[in-house]
Protein backbone atom coordinates (compact mmCIF):
# COMPACT_ATOMS: atom_id res chain seq x y z
CA UNK A 1 0.00 0.00 0.00
CA UNK A 2 1.31 3.38 -0.84
CA UNK A 3 0.03 6.91 0.25
CA UNK A 4 1.61 9.67 -2.35
CA UNK A 5 1.78 12.74 -0.98
CA UNK A 6 1.42 15.65 -3.83
CA UNK A 7 0.72 18.68 -1.78
CA UNK A 8 2.17 20.50 0.94
CA UNK A 9 1.00 24.03 3.09
CA UNK A 10 2.37 26.93 4.66
CA UNK A 11 1.34 27.50 8.11
CA UNK A 12 -0.21 30.83 9.41
CA UNK A 13 -0.02 31.41 13.23
CA UNK A 14 -3.94 31.41 13.00
CA UNK A 15 -3.94 27.98 11.63
CA UNK A 16 -0.96 26.66 14.08
CA UNK A 17 -3.78 28.03 16.52
CA UNK A 18 -5.95 26.20 15.31
CA UNK A 19 -4.63 22.84 14.73
CA UNK A 20 -3.97 23.18 18.16
CA UNK A 21 -6.79 23.47 19.62
CA UNK A 22 -8.08 20.67 17.52
CA UNK A 23 -5.39 18.49 18.75
CA UNK A 24 -6.47 19.02 22.37
CA UNK A 25 -10.07 17.93 21.18
CA UNK A 26 -8.93 14.85 19.30
CA UNK A 27 -7.09 14.28 22.75
CA UNK A 28 -9.42 14.98 25.69
CA UNK A 29 -12.43 16.19 24.44
CA UNK A 30 -14.69 13.32 22.42
CA UNK A 31 -15.92 9.85 24.38
CA UNK A 32 -13.69 8.33 22.35
CA UNK A 33 -10.39 10.20 23.19
CA UNK A 34 -8.78 7.39 25.93
CA UNK A 35 -8.37 5.30 23.17
CA UNK A 36 -6.03 7.08 21.04
CA UNK A 37 -2.52 6.54 21.59
CA UNK A 38 -0.41 7.95 18.89
CA UNK A 39 -0.66 11.79 17.07
CA UNK A 40 0.31 11.93 13.43
CA UNK A 41 0.92 15.68 12.62
CA UNK A 42 0.65 17.28 9.12
CA UNK A 43 1.44 13.80 7.17
CA UNK A 44 -2.12 12.34 6.44
CA UNK A 45 -4.31 14.99 7.60
CA UNK A 46 -4.14 18.04 9.36
CA UNK A 47 -4.08 15.55 12.60
CA UNK A 48 -4.33 12.02 12.43
CA UNK A 49 -5.08 10.17 16.02
CA UNK A 50 -4.20 6.39 16.08
CA UNK A 51 -4.96 3.61 18.59
CA UNK A 52 -1.51 1.72 20.53
CA UNK A 53 -2.08 -1.04 17.54
CA UNK A 54 -2.86 1.46 14.95
CA UNK A 55 -5.75 -0.66 13.54
CA UNK A 56 -8.09 2.40 14.24
CA UNK A 57 -7.07 6.22 12.58
CA UNK A 58 -8.90 9.44 13.45
CA UNK A 59 -8.61 11.58 10.62
CA UNK A 60 -8.97 15.02 11.54
CA UNK A 61 -8.98 18.31 9.15
CA UNK A 62 -8.78 21.67 10.78
CA UNK A 63 -9.85 25.62 9.57
CA UNK A 64 -9.98 28.39 11.92
CA UNK A 65 -12.86 30.61 9.69
CA UNK A 66 -15.59 31.16 12.35
CA UNK A 67 -18.67 31.50 10.30
CA UNK A 68 -17.87 29.51 6.76
CA UNK A 69 -20.78 29.20 4.45
CA UNK A 70 -21.88 25.92 3.67
CA UNK A 71 -20.11 25.52 0.14
CA UNK A 72 -16.40 26.69 2.01
CA UNK A 73 -17.34 23.38 4.32
CA UNK A 74 -17.49 21.51 1.50
CA UNK A 75 -14.60 22.93 -0.34
CA UNK A 76 -12.65 22.10 3.23
CA UNK A 77 -13.76 18.72 3.03
CA UNK A 78 -11.88 17.99 0.27
CA UNK A 79 -8.51 16.67 1.94
CA UNK A 80 -10.55 14.16 4.53
CA UNK A 81 -12.49 12.78 0.86
CA UNK A 82 -8.99 12.56 -0.24
CA UNK A 83 -8.40 10.66 2.54
CA UNK A 84 -11.96 8.61 2.46
CA UNK A 85 -10.60 7.54 -1.18
CA UNK A 86 -7.53 6.44 -0.19
CA UNK A 87 -6.25 2.78 0.60
CA UNK A 88 -5.81 3.94 4.11
CA UNK A 89 -9.20 3.06 6.61
CA UNK A 90 -10.02 5.30 8.63
CA UNK A 91 -12.82 5.06 11.34
CA UNK A 92 -13.58 8.55 11.99
CA UNK A 93 -13.35 11.54 9.51
CA UNK A 94 -13.92 14.72 11.86
CA UNK A 95 -13.76 18.58 9.97
CA UNK A 96 -12.35 20.93 13.45
CA UNK A 97 -14.15 25.00 12.63
CA UNK A 98 -13.22 27.75 14.30
CA UNK A 99 -17.03 28.47 14.43
CA UNK A 100 -20.46 27.88 12.30
CA UNK A 101 -23.47 29.76 11.28
CA UNK A 102 -26.34 29.10 12.82
CA UNK A 103 -27.72 29.02 9.23
CA UNK A 104 -26.16 25.40 8.69
CA UNK A 105 -27.17 23.72 12.12
CA UNK A 106 -30.94 22.53 12.74
CA UNK A 107 -30.13 22.30 16.54
CA UNK A 108 -27.94 25.04 17.46
CA UNK A 109 -26.66 23.94 20.46
CA UNK A 110 -25.03 21.00 19.33
CA UNK A 111 -21.06 21.89 18.92
CA UNK A 112 -20.05 18.43 17.87
CA UNK A 113 -22.42 16.74 15.53
CA UNK A 114 -22.91 14.75 12.07
CA UNK A 115 -25.25 15.73 8.88
CA UNK A 116 -27.98 14.93 10.61
CA UNK A 117 -27.63 17.87 11.84
CA UNK A 118 -27.39 19.99 9.00
CA UNK A 119 -30.46 22.05 7.26
CA UNK A 120 -31.09 20.38 4.05
CA UNK A 121 -30.52 23.79 1.90
CA UNK A 122 -26.91 23.96 3.84
CA UNK A 123 -26.52 20.08 3.05
CA UNK A 124 -27.10 20.60 -0.94
CA UNK A 125 -24.42 23.43 -0.63
CA UNK A 126 -21.86 21.23 1.31
CA UNK A 127 -22.17 18.35 -1.53
CA UNK A 128 -21.57 21.32 -4.10
CA UNK A 129 -18.75 23.08 -2.52
CA UNK A 130 -17.20 19.54 -2.11
CA UNK A 131 -17.89 18.32 -5.54
CA UNK A 132 -16.57 21.30 -6.89
CA UNK A 133 -13.35 21.04 -5.11
CA UNK A 134 -12.87 17.44 -5.81
CA UNK A 135 -13.04 18.26 -9.69
CA UNK A 136 -10.57 20.96 -9.00
CA UNK A 137 -7.64 18.55 -7.48
CA UNK A 138 -5.04 16.20 -9.46
CA UNK A 139 -5.19 13.91 -6.63
CA UNK A 140 -8.51 12.73 -6.37
CA UNK A 141 -9.23 10.26 -9.14
CA UNK A 142 -11.83 11.54 -11.84
CA UNK A 143 -13.58 7.70 -11.14
CA UNK A 144 -13.82 8.27 -7.28
CA UNK A 145 -15.93 12.02 -7.51
CA UNK A 146 -19.48 11.13 -7.48
CA UNK A 147 -22.64 11.78 -5.57
CA UNK A 148 -23.10 8.45 -4.09
CA UNK A 149 -19.63 8.48 -3.09
CA UNK A 150 -19.81 11.90 -1.50
CA UNK A 151 -23.23 11.08 0.34
CA UNK A 152 -21.55 7.79 1.60
CA UNK A 153 -18.57 10.05 3.13
CA UNK A 154 -20.65 12.48 4.79
CA UNK A 155 -22.56 10.39 6.52
CA UNK A 156 -19.23 9.11 8.22
CA UNK A 157 -17.78 13.11 8.62
CA UNK A 158 -18.25 14.60 11.99
CA UNK A 159 -18.67 18.56 12.34
Given amino acids: MAYVVKSTER ?11 ALLYLMNFRSDSDQIHYFVVDFLNDLTGMTKMSDKLWDLQSKGDKKPSPNAIGRELVTLYKNYVSEFEFSNYILFLGGISNTVRIDEKQTQFNISNIKDTALANIKKGLLDECKKKTYIAEEDISE ?6 LRQCFL
Fill in 148 to 153: EKIDKF
Fill in 11 to 21: LRPSAADTETK
